[in-house]
């Protein structure tokens, strides 16, 4: 299993921008992708951005653009590079890894990113 913990959310100002990171711990060995979920209030989850072991990404058109996912060197490590924030951007961000051989994801306990000015 693994544990994930994110940060960086907070309160910014439309136009701004912020980064998530999401560090991994346990057995990340067995990693093989790593990405961001969203759920606004009232709203259902949205899958935003994900990366493989291999470094391949993909993104919700909605992100395209403007949000940018990577890895750190350890791999271990995934953030979300958010620029041009918007308020409907207003959400709950989770981290989530997705393990070889495991039927379901795992998941981080969110970080609140809230766009206003």
């Known amino acids: 299993q693994v544990q994930l913990v994110e940060s960086g959310g907070g309160l910014v100002q439309p136009g701004g921008s912020l980064r998530l990171s999401c560090a991994a711990s346990?057995?990340?060995?067995?990693?093989?992708?790593m990405g961001w979920y969203r759920q606004a209030r009232g709203k259902q989850r949205e899958l935003l951005a994900a990366?493989?072991?291999?470094?391949?990404?993909n993104y919700a058109d909605s992100v395209k653009g403007r949000y940018t996912i990577s890895r750190g060197n350890a791999k271990n490590t995934v953030y979300l590079q958010m620029n041009s924030l918007k308020p409907e951007d207003t959400a709950v961000y989770y981290c989530?890894?997705?393990?070889?051989?495991?039927?379901?994801?795992?998941w981080g306990q969110g970080t609140q990113v809230t766009v206003s000015s």
């Open positions: 990366i493989t072991s291999g470094g391949n990404t």
């Open positions: 346990g057995s990340i060995f067995m990693i093989n992708a």
């Open positions: 989530y890894a997705q393990l070889s051989g495991v039927s379901y994801d795992y």
